[in-house]
């Protein structure tokens, strides 16, 4: 497991409403009670950039939704929870998510290109903001958002790739800018032992 390391208070805050809108107050309570965060019941951290809580609280947060619904019933949950941190995160505090917001989707520019722009401001988003380093890359058919550093290293080893926060927001966020829907999918995770988590997000829709 790596050293842990910090993050936006405003990152875990979101994170936490999302998971609250997807499993009411109650399920909130009874997943950070589970994540032996108690301390945050009720008392969600502030709404600031500040680096004042870890990526190691945001894993045992997910890993606790994850316990809650059961390794079958999780995925499609933690997916909705991960659409809903998108949307938080554009209402709310776009800065986190790097988001440029109703501009980029007027732009009249090819899809691809939309696509491309937004997926470097959320890279960007993650180096300057998150404290989460991300590079962007691409080849003729699909874009990747490599994650060298991820909050599934702080989660017990799973089977196949885990990060599916981070799948639900990738989806939301091409839903979103295109109307359309895109197969993003995990292609490698750190959890199992990868350099990195990398995630395919195609250029052609469903």
């Not at 380093?133 to 990747?144: G, N, S």
């Not at 995990?186 to 990398?198: D, F, M, P, Y």
Request: overall charge neutral.
């Amino acid at each position: 497991m790596p050293e842990d390391r910090k993050m936006p208070n405003d990152a875990l805050r979101l994170f936490f409403l999302a998971i609250e809108e997807v499993m009411g107050k109650d399920g909130m309570r009874a997943a950070l009670h589970g994540a032996k965060l108690d301390k945050y019941i009720d008392n969600y951290p502030p709404k600031n950039l500040e680096l004042g809580v870890s990526m190691s609280e945001y894993g045992l947060a997910e890993q606790a939704v994850e316990d809650f619904y059961g390794a079958r019933g999780a995925r499609a949950m933690l997916l909705r929870v991960g659409r809903a941190l998108f949307n938080y995160g554009m209402k709310e505090q776009s800065t986190v998510l790097g988001l440029a917001g109703q501009a980029l989707k007027l732009m009249p520019v090819p899809m691809t290109a939309k696509m491309k722009l937004l997926l470097e401001q959320m890279a960007a988003a993650g180096n300057k903001t998150v404290n989460q380093p991300v590079t962007l890359e691409e080849d003729a058919d699909a874009f990747y958002l490599v994650y060298s550093v991820c909050m599934c290293q702080y989660r017990p080893k799973h089977q196949n790739p885990c990060c599916y926060i981070t799948v639900g927001i990738l989806m939301e966020g091409m839903k979103w800018l295109t109307d359309k829907n895109f197969a993003v999918q995990e292609v490698t995770c750190a959890n199992l032992g990868a350099e990195s988590c990398r995630f395919k997000i195609p250029k052609t829709p469903e």
